[in-house]
């Protein structure tokens, strides 16, 4: 089994509605993380959240909204969906390790079209 | 913004030859990471390189760190058709930012 999964994998859905992308992870991590890419673009932070009661902005948080429900739960919502939030949601774990290494595990994305 | 920025934007070889890409970044950093990700799907975690470290190897990984310059470069040898993928550098930093990659395009 996945060590970090997304549901759903692909979600079309009309501009205004409310949609929710839900990670879970089974790792153990304390950290988790959501990103966005674009075509031809890397990836950028959306939010970020170091433990359960821990919740940071990343760098384009606005119009996103996360909720952390436990340790293994991260979901992020799109209170209104726009068009320009059409692209490949990631989800990310890691543990922030006595050496101070942030290796990342990702999930395999969710693919969000926002018609 | 810590954002790496990997060089160059795309790279073509043939199978058996050296790929070299290049990431620089703004900020003092503790560690760099590498990345790669296969088309539409998840980053995979390549070799983490610390700001106390010059060279490091993993298989026919070799990455490279110069933090006077604030710079790093991945080559991988001896080049595969599975190695066609999108690179990226990342940056510690509170939160991990990350370049726009290389693409890397390996022709049998």
């Known amino acids: 089994d996945a060590d970090v999964t997304q549901t759903p994998r692909n979600r079309i859905t009309k501009t205004g509605k409310r949609i929710m992308l839900e990670c879970s992870q089974t790792?153990?991590?304390?950290?988790m993380y959501w990103y966005r890419q674009d075509p031809g673009l890397g990836l950028r932070l959306i939010y970020y959240?170091?433990?359960?009661?821990?919740?940071n902005k990343g760098e384009i948080s606005d119009g996103y909204s996360v909720s952390r429900q436990a340790q293994a739960k991260f979901s992020l919502s799109l209170e209104s969906a726009i068009p320009n939030q059409t692209a490949l949601y990631f989800c990310a774990t890691s543990d922030a390790g006595t050496s101070g290494s942030y290796e990342q595990y990702f999930g395999p994305g969710t693919r969000l079209t926002v018609t | 913004s810590q954002q790496g920025e990997e060089d160059p934007q795309a790279l073509s070889i043939q199978e058996g030859e050296n790929a070299t890409m290049n990431c620089s970044y703004k900020t003092s950093i503790n560690n760099l990471q590498w990345y790669r990700q296969n088309s539409g799907r998840g980053l995979v975690h390549l070799i983490l390189?610390?700001?106390?470290?010059r060279e490091k190897h993993s298989g026919r990984l070799r990455v490279t760190l110069d933090t006077s310059k604030k710079s790093s470069s991945l080559l991988i040898t001896a080049s595969r058709a599975a190695d066609t993928a999108s690179y990226f550098c990342?940056?510690?930093?509170?939160?991990?930012?990350f370049g726009a990659g290389t693409r890397l395009t390996v022709k049998p």
């Open positions: 959240s170091f433990d359960v009661k821990d919740i």
């Open positions: 390189i610390r700001s106390n470290e």
């Open positions: 790792k153990g991590h304390d950290r």
């Open positions: 990342a940056t510690d930093a509170v939160d991990m930012r």
